[in-house]
């Protein structure tokens, strides 16, 4: 069943918000709090009924940004007077950024832009701090080798944000029968990629060329999409028959899951950022039992390392 087939959908259909959760498998009240966000663009019809346009939704299911705080393009508007976030996407970073607008006055502006893209933002000033999950197959360890390559005569913090798993998403009741990252290689199946630079991309990567199999023989490898609920929407949409991407964005489209690896999420911070009143803000929200409560709420999360400092030099 496509998403079109879960209600009946004619041109400019405006949803309700009670529709857009089923379709986005969220809460009403998760719903409400996108569109106060701006995320997901709505309107009043008289003074109590809110509506939804159907195409809004799509874009907001596929990725692709709606407003200037989540941008995925390819130029960064940056906040001087603001606290920039450039990296990966996650929604532990969207629950972040709710917690910090709940208590005192912190201005953060994300950018979601990959792993890669969010160092080298860093690297050039234009954000006070990146989250990143980059594996290094040589050393067997996450994200550091990456921050101390590309950040060589920097002082650093990295601190874990969370742990969540990574696995092959793939249509409800598995038709194709995947459940291993060999599988993946069966002819004939649709792959939907992720895009360069990102965490996820890199390790899919890693397994091709540690098994010496060349993209070509992947059918689908070069359709890139920038988040991992863009992924799930084209699996969900029957557009391609598996990709690699997060528990929770199978789970919000009622597609399968099948694990793969655990990975580290971490937020790396130069060190002349460190004493600002909005990262010791951030830290006292990561350390507190509500964020990490909101967190666990969620599939394939973990918060055992959360708030911990993983590296300080």
């Not at 980059?134 to 920097?154: C, G, R, T, V």
């Not at 913090?157 to 069966?186: F, M």
């Not at 993209?215 to 690699?244: L, M, S």
Request: proline share 3%.
């Amino acid at each position: 069943m496509t998403l079109k087939e879960l209600i009946p959908i004619t041109e400019h259909t405006l949803l309700t918000p009670e529709e857009a959760a089923q379709i986005l498998k969220i809460s009403r009240y998760t719903v409400y709090k996108l569109i106060e966000r701006g995320e997901i663009p709505a309107r009043r019809l008289g003074n109590r009924k809110i509506r939804i346009d159907y195409d809004s939704l799509m874009q907001y299911l596929q990725g692709t940004p709606i407003n200037s705080n989540s941008s995925e393009s390819n130029n960064i508007n940056i906040e001087k007077n603001g606290f920039n976030y450039v990296g990966s996407h996650d929604l532990s970073m969207e629950l972040l950024t709710d917690f910090l607008n709940y208590g005192p006055s912190v201005k953060l502006q994300t950018h979601f832009k990959g792993s890669m893209e969010g160092l080298l933002a860093l690297f050039r000033r234009e954000a006070q701090f990146t989250g990143i999950h980059l594996w290094d197959e040589e050393s067997q360890e996450y994200n550091l080798p990456f921050i101390k390559h590309m950040l060589p005569a920097e002082y650093f913090i990295v601190v874990n944000l969370v742990q969540r798993v990574q696995g092959c998403i793939v249509a409800s009741g598995n038709p194709l029968n995947i459940h291993s990252w060999e599988d993946i290689t069966k002819k004939g199946l649709r792959f939907v990629n992720r895009q360069r630079g990102s965490g996820t991309r890199l390790r899919f990567d890693q397994f091709l060329f540690g098994n010496k199999i060349p993209a070509k023989q992947i059918q689908g490898y070069n359709h890139e999409e920038n988040t991992h609920i863009g992924v799930a929407y084209k699996i969900a949409n029957k557009e391609a028959d598996f990709g690699i991407g997060i528990q929770l964005a199978a789970q919000r489209l009622g597609l399968d899951f099948i694990p793969l690896f655990k990975e580290r999420f971490d937020l790396v911070i130069l060190k002349e950022s460190e004493d600002t009143k909005e990262w010791q803000q951030i830290l006292k929200v990561l350390n507190s039992a509500a964020f990490r409560r909101a967190i666990e709420q969620q599939a394939g999360y973990d918060t055992s390392l959360t708030g911990t400092i993983v590296y300080n030099n």
